[in-house]
């Protein structure tokens, strides 16, 4: 569709929604009607070449969090791979109201594709809806928005692999035998609870018997807490073996609080945490292991994803397939979700081989 | 704590009642202290009596270390509200020094000039509040709360998504964050020489009581030919400064540091200077009951997680402790007022 047919089909869309008298209710009501068949209309042509000078916008959930920056500047470069324009822009906290006016603006200002790392699974729903039936796609990576709300979920790796892989990698590290702690971040972070809960599910095979989770803790994302916590858990359960903190800011500041105690040594840690932020604790042999996805390649598969979607490769639909560049191709799953693959474990043999 | 200051240089109050007037309201005021070392005894003895891990040379140390950073910042916040003024930039500070630091010491900067610099910024930040404050007559609520945003805008404008990691920092700084000399943590010592430089100087020197003067009542200060504006803008300035040491020990102390370090921190030092029983409209108060307010917050927040006490508590603790420490004050300010205006009467 060429921006001026869609910029038409806009217009009279709001015409048409204005026309009801609608309130803001019911123009996001009418807008997902209209929605679908505008994009029904671009079937999918696996065939069809990646536009040139696709407009995409990375949304953050903040524009400060660094692991965001990192995924969105991949995107960026991965843009121009195939000639498209792209660019992060995003609120200074990380709240869905915040997003909201970015979503409104990046739609206003025309871009064929907004790519969004939601605050709020529900809260973006509405205005990605709006945006949707001005011919907008949507990509959401790192957080997923609501699914009737976006094109495609780009998932860093499966809840499931993430939550089991960690419970494996600090069986393997305490011999499978001891009490173990969780640190994790808020206590309503969606992520992490679904990981939580695999956790939970491994451990519960044969195998970790003899392996007791005694608590987990809430470091809120914080590293004032996070320490407090991490003192907390091994003051009050002597016999901890190892912790899991599955969040990039917990794990470092427990780490760093271990590297300084008498600690050291005695409690094994591990957890999701990126390679320049744990590799001092790795060389002063805090931390033997932990793992990540690649954020560079959820960046760029993301932006792949989009492209695909605005050169009408693909329309989201389970089953389809696109080419990710250097990533190969990829299918989409259930509900529309894109899997980057497994997570991938950093240690004192590799974790020079990295920078971010 | 109290010891070196019970040797008070020259009667600094002309109170009506002389000495013994002077001595009831010295009395009054150490009870705060008081009763506040025997809050912390009580806490950290039923604390330990559940789990002794919590009174082990480890526990100690953490708690310590845990308040090491707040106690330097509610000593500098007391400066400002004895003063009838208030601070709320300090969390901004702590953030903005905390990355600009780690950004020349990442570049390769020594220890010294890295500190000299952290604490160079904090004092350029006080000084604009202090300029504005005492200058421009603007109320200090509304210029800090402008500048806790200004300032916090110009750190994530410089972190721009960055983060600054352990491995990019010099050894020297990391140690200071988690060494010891004689088994007392480096931080704690930092913070307690502060705050016995501070208190000593507010409360034996001429021009430290006209901290207090200013603060009971700013018209008289100034007819009673007190430099208000110089008084205002120093407190400031010493309360800027130990915002940029707290944003260099801050770096010490975690190691990795993002553009929101410190986020909302200005709510909880003002609290701790509350609990500390310094008034929050000014001319009341000392440096030694806000650190040990910061000491009190900071251990009941270690106890509850020691105890396993659902963290939500700690945040209606902290709450039910401030609205305590203000009827406290309140009763306890009628009662002097009354109490003087009798002794002057009689005697």
Redesign the interface.
């Known amino acids: 569709m060429t921006p001026m047919r869609l910029t038409a089909v806009a217009t009279l869309l709001v015409l048409g929604v204005a026309a009801c008298g609608g309130t803001t209710r019911s123009s996001v009501t009418a807008a997902p009607q209209e929605a679908p068949a505008s994009s029904a209309a671009a079937s999918a042509n696996p065939d069809a070449p990646l536009k040139e000078g696709i407009k995409l916008a990375f949304l953050p959930k903040q524009?400060?969090?660094?692991y965001?920056?990192i995924v969105d500047k991949a995107g960026i470069e991965a843009a121009e791979e195939f000639k498209g324009e792209a660019k992060e822009v995003g609120p200074?906290d990380a709240s869905a109201s915040s997003q909201i006016s970015y979503i409104n603006t990046l739609t206003q200002q025309g871009h064929d594709a907004i790519l969004i790392a939601a605050n709020d699974a529900n809260a973006v729903c509405g205005p990605l809806q709006q945006a949707r039936a001005k011919g907008v796609k949507i990509v959401s990576y790192d957080s997923d928005a609501a699914p009737q709300c976006r094109d495609l979920f780009i998932n860093q790796a499966s809840s499931e692999e993430v939550g089991r892989s960690q419970v494996q990698l600090l069986a393997e590290m305490i011999d499978h035998k001891g009490e173990i702690a969780i640190l994790s971040a808020t206590a309503n972070a969606t992520n992490q609870n679904t990981w939580i809960e695999f956790m939970k599910e491994e451990l519960a095979k044969p195998e970790y018997k003899d392996m007791k989770l005694v608590?987990v803790?809430?470091g809120d994302d914080d590293?004032?807490k996070s320490?407090?916590?991490t003192?907390?858990?091994l003051?009050?359960y002597?016999d901890l073996k190892g912790i899991i903190s599955p969040t990039t800011v917990g794990v470092?500041?427990a780490a760093?609080y271990i590297?300084?105690?008498?600690?050291k040594g005695k409690v094994v840690l591990t957890g999701l945490g990126?390679p320049?932020?744990m590799?001092?604790?790795v060389?002063d042999k805090t931390v033997e292991k932990f793992a990540l996805w690649n954020p560079k390649d959820l960046g760029y598969l993301a932006s792949y994803a989009a492209a695909a979607l605005v050169s009408g490769q693909i329309t989201g639909a389970e089953g389809e397939t696109f080419k990710a560049g250097k990533l190969g191709e990829r299918t989409i799953g259930e509900n529309g979700e894109v899997i980057l693959g497994p997570p991938f474990t950093f240690d004192a043999s590799n974790i020079d081989q990295f920078d971010f | 704590m109290t010891g070196p200051t019970t040797t008070v240089a020259a009667p600094p109050e002309r109170t009506p009642g002389g000495r013994s007037a002077r001595s009831l309201v010295d009395l009054v005021f150490r009870a705060r202290e008081l009763s506040l070392v025997i809050a912390l005894v009580l806490l950290v003895g039923m604390t330990g009596a559940v789990?002794p891990?919590?009174l082990?040379g480890?526990?100690i140390e953490?708690i310590l270390l845990?308040t090491a950073i707040l106690a330097l910042l509610a000593v500098g916040q007391s400066v400002v509200v004895i003063t009838r003024n208030l601070d709320l930039s300090v969390g901004s500070v702590v953030g903005l020094v905390a990355f600009v630091t780690a950004d020349v010491l990442a570049g390769g900067w020594g220890l010294v000039p890295g500190v000299v610099f952290g604490v160079a910024v904090g004092a350029a930040c006080g000084l604009l509040n202090g300029l504005l404050v005492s200058f421009c007559r603007v109320p200090a609520l509304v210029v800090t709360l402008g500048t806790l945003y200004v300032i916090?805008?110009v750190d994530?404008y410089i972190?721009?998504?960055?983060?600054i990691?352990?491995?990019d920092l010099p050894p020297a700084l990391?140690s200071l964050?988690?060494?010891a000399v004689l088994g007392v943590p480096y931080l704690p010592l930092i913070t307690l020489v502060f705050m016995l430089l501070i208190g000593y100087y507010l409360r034996s020197y001429p021009s430290g009581r006209e901290f207090y003067a200013i603060g009971s009542s700013p018209e008289a200060a100034r007819l009673a030919g007190v430099p208000v504006r110089r008084r205002i803008l120093t407190a400031y300035l010493v309360s800027g400064c130990l915002a940029g040491l707290a944003g260099v020990l801050w770096l010490a102390?975690?190691?990795?540091v993002?553009?929101?370090?410190a986020n909302g921190w200005e709510l909880i030092v003002i609290s701790a200077v509350v609990v500390g029983g310094v008034a929050i409209t000014g001319g009341v108060g000392s440096v030694y009951g806000a650190a040990l307010g910061a000491l009190l917050l900071t251990t009941i927040?270690?106890a509850l997680?020691?105890?396993?006490v659902n963290?939500f508590w700690q945040q209606a603790i902290t709450g039910a402790l401030l609205l305590l420490a203000i009827s406290v004050d309140r009763v306890l300010a009628m009662r002097v007022a009354r109490l003087l205006r009798n002794r002057s009467r009689h005697g």
């Open positions: 524009i400060n969090n660094p965001e920056v200074s608590k803790a809430y590293d004032q320490f407090t916590e003192q907390g858990l003051q009050a002597p470092s500041a760093r590297s300084g105690s008498k600690y990126t320049n932020q590799r001092q604790y060389k | 789990n891990n919590f082990s480890q526990g953490d845990n916090q805008g994530h972190a721009h998504g960055r983060q990691n352990a491995v990391l964050g988690n060494g102390r975690f190691g990795t993002i553009g929101d370090s927040g270690s997680v020691v105890l396993r963290p």
